[in-house]
């Protein structure tokens, strides 16, 4: 059975970088078979999906947000990383990671989420 | 961006009795390998959403048949044949046409008891 689990600051300054970790438990981030996603949900609102990485290193970001996200993989410790750059109050939100089936688009096995407030 | 609108935003349920949720997207989910990527989550109180069903109607691993979804093309619906008290929190509608470069999620259904 997989698992997420998502690491990182609870706050962040304003104009600075979020930055998050995923580390995954019982399953290779390096199978072709997932992709491995971020998403977030601002307080009180719904889902925003923010993109996904590859075995491969392949990106696939939000537009809405593609000038301010990078994601990578660190295969050697089975864990994959996002950034969120010149971060405003408006990124506030719980920051979830995912699994997504490669072949059906399934986010079948999630983190508990880390929530990340963006104040000064 | 496809834009999915999800109706009504909240729904209150007597235990037993049935609950049905609306899904309409901005364009069709109907990708040309024939398949339509319409997906339903249910997200519980304090936790992550959790798959229930993939593919307008495929019922995903160990979710009950009380579940079920229909649609095509535009217009899908969430139907729940009996509701029980462990099915409260948020159902969102998610397409996944575009996959894996975007996913857009509805604004959510609150179903209580």
């Known amino acids: 059975q997989v698992q997420l689990q998502e690491s990182g600051p609870g706050l962040v300054i304003p104009s600075e970088t979020l930055s998050l970790t995923c580390t995954v438990s019982?399953?290779?981030?390096?199978?072709?078979?997932?992709?491995w996603g971020w998403i977030r949900q601002a307080p009180g609102k719904g889902l925003e999906w923010i993109g996904s990485?590859?075995?491969?290193?392949?990106?696939f970001c939000n537009p809405s947000l593609k000038s301010r996200v990078a994601i990578s993989l660190d295969t050697s410790n089975n864990q994959f990383s996002l950034k969120l750059s010149s971060v405003t109050a408006a990124d506030t939100a719980v920051y979830y990671c995912?699994?997504?089936?490669?072949?059906?688009?399934?986010?079948?096995?999630w983190g508990q989420g880390t929530l990340v407030t963006v104040s000064s | 961006e496809i834009v999915m609108t999800q109706t009504p935003l909240s729904l209150s349920v007597t235990p037993g009795q049935p609950a049905s949720i609306s899904c309409k997207s901005s364009?069709?989910?109907?990708?040309?390998?024939?398949?339509?990527?319409l997906y339903w989550y249910l997200q519980k109180p304090g936790q992550p959403p959790q798959i229930l069903i993939y593919?307008?109607?495929s019922r995903f691993s160990g979710v009950p048949d009380r579940f079920s979804g229909s649609g095509s093309g535009t217009d899908f619906t969430l139907k729940i044949s009996r509701v029980e008290a462990e099915d409260v929190g948020v159902y969102y509608c998610?397409?996944?046409?575009?996959?894996?470069?975007?996913?857009?999620f509805g604004q959510g259904t609150k179903l209580e008891i």
């Open positions: 990485v590859y075995y491969s290193g392949d990106t």
């Open positions: 019982g399953g290779s981030i390096s199978s072709s078979s997932h992709y």
């Open positions: 998610m397409q996944g046409i575009h996959l894996p470069f975007m996913y857009t």
């Open positions: 995912a699994r997504v089936g490669t072949m059906t688009g399934i986010l079948d096995s």
């Open positions: 593919e307008v109607f």
């Open positions: 364009q069709s989910l109907l990708h040309s390998d024939g398949r339509t990527y």
